[in-house]
Every structure is written in structure tokens, then in C-alpha cells.
């Protein structure tokens, strides 16, 4: 199976709570390789978004598809093995800094695991760990900074093969810039997959493909950075504000 990485949505409606839709009527397109950002104010439904798409959830109405098949048809596995996920909590085991980033993909070999790392602009803090990439973490991380856990899921997700990226404030706890310094290495991992992100310096997603602006769970507006500027609404208030 060769999945391209083509997101659809069709007029999804969707709440945690019964009779609560947390999002209404939400339709759109990625095609592959294209970068979808979500942006809009706390509690508007851009994590609910992503939430979705890896079928954390059922949705009420509508459809989810990638390359055009129902995400409802295909194994919850294959779906796993399709989305690259790089969350704002992280989720690191009790092993080594090496097994934690091969979690990303099991047969790479070390070599792989570090040019991932690098890409993430993971290496060199790692090499300066007690014992570097053998360095065993605690649980979930604890001996590491947010950020420093931060980069590790992205240096997972650099070496995983998914033709889907979901980064929803990847680089929430990264200093500005750190920050700067891993945007090549993020562009890197973006490059010819399909990626939603979320983000909340604006200045992260402003080369995206298409913009996404909610607000209480509708998408109100929806265009390229100076498309949006240009129309001087919700987007353009949010970065200017
Ligand atoms: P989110 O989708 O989490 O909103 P957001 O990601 O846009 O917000 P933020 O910028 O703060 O990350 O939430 C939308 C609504 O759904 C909100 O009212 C909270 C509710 N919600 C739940 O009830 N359960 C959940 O697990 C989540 C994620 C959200
Ligand atoms: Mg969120």
C-alpha cells in the first residue's frame, strides 16, 4: 500500500459531550505534501482538528478521508502507521535517548537515528548528556527540559516514513531561538508530507499552503498569509494584535 497522504474532510461535526458540538460543519483539502495551518483563540477547536484525524474519536456527521478512503475503512494500525505525530505533551518510556527516537521507526539503523536527531537540532544537546544517545531517560523524559522532550518527538518523527505530519504546538516550550534554529529542520520533516499544524507563533506557519482560521469550532476564514492580511479580518487581527 502506497498512501499518498491526502487529507479530505466533509462537513464534520463533532463534540465531546452530547449536544455539545465543539466543531460544526468543517470541510477541506490537503493535498499531498501541502501544509495546512490552524490557527484562532484558545478553546476554538484546532486540537479537536487533529484529535479527529487520528480517530482519537468518532465524529457525529460527515467524513474524514485520506486518499479518498473513509479513515473508518482502514485499521486503526495502518492509520497509526500513516500519521506522524508531534504532540505538545510528549510521550517518552523509561529506555534510552536511541530506543526513544526509534520508537519513530524500529528497523532504523543508529546512523539514521542520529541525522533524525539532527534535523530536530536534537544532537548536540544529547551529546552532551552523561552518556549520549545511551543515556537512559526517566519516565516520560524527567531528567530532560520540556523543551529538550520537545525536540526528541520531533527527531521520532523525522525518522518515521509517514506520508502525514500533525505538529500541534510542536515547539510550544522551545525557546524563540532554539526555535529559529530547528524551523530548517522542521521545514526538513514537512518536506512532501501532508502536515497540519498549530501554532501559536504566527510567524511559524505564515509560508503554509493554506491558512485555517477558527473560531467556536467553524472555520470563519481560510486563505495564504497575505491573502488573509489582505482581507484585514480575524487573521489579520491576530497578527497584527
Ligand atoms: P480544543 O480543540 O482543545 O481547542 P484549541 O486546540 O483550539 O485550544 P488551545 O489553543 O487552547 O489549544 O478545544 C475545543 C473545545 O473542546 C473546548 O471547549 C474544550 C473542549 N475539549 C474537551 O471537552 N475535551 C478534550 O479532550 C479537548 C481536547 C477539548
Ligand atoms: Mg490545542
Not at 21 to 31: G, M, N, R, T
Not at 216 to 231: A, P
Amino acid at each position: 500500500e502506497n498512501v499518498q497522504g491526502e487529507i479530505g474532510m466533509e462537513h464534520v461535526t463533532f463534540g465531546y459531550l452530547e449536544n455539545q458540538p465543539v466543531l460544526k460543519d468543517i470541510s477541506l483539502h490537503a493535498k499531498k505534501g501541502q501544509k495546512i495551518a490552524f490557527v484562532g483563540s484558545t478553546g476554538a477547536g484546532k486540537t479537536t482538528i487533529t484529535n479527529l484525524l487520528n480517530r482519537f474519536y468518532e465524529i457525529w456527521e460527515g467524513k474524514i478521508t485520506i486518499d479518498g478512503v473513509d479513515i473508518r475503512e482502514n485499521g486503526l494500525e495502518s492509520l497509526r502507521e500513516n500519521i506522524a505525530l508531534v504532540l505538545q505533551d510528549t510521550h517518552l518510556f523509561t529506555g534510552t535517548v536511541m530506543e526513544n527516537i526509534r520508537y519513530g521507526r524500529l528497523d532504523a539503523a543508529d546512523e539514521e537515528v542520529i541525522a533524525a536527531a539532527k534535523t530536530a537540532n536534537a544532537d548536540a544537546f544529547i551529546r552532551r548528556l552523561q552518556n549520549g544517545y545511551d543515556t537512559v531517560l526517566e519516565g516520560d523524559g524527567a531528567n530532560l527540559s520540556q523543551g529538550q522532550r520537545q525536540l526528541l518527538n520531533i527527531a521520532r518523527a523525522a525518522l518515521s516514513k509517514a506520508p502525514v505530519l500533525v505538529m500541534d504546538e510542536a515547539t510550544s516550550s522551545v525557546d524563540t531561538i532554539t526555535e529559529r534554529q530547528i524551523q530548517e529542520g522542521m521545514d526538513a520533516l514537512m518536506k512532501d508530507r501532508t502536515t497540519f499544524v498549530i501554532a501559536h507563533r504566527l510567524s511559524t506557519i505564515r509560508n503554509s499552503d493554506m491558512i485555517m482560521v477558527l473560531e467556536h469550532g467553524r472555520i470563519i476564514e481560510r486563505g495564504t498569509h497575505t491573502e488573509l492580511l489582505q482581507r484585514q479580518g480575524r487573521y489579520y487581527e491576530l497578527y497584527t494584535g
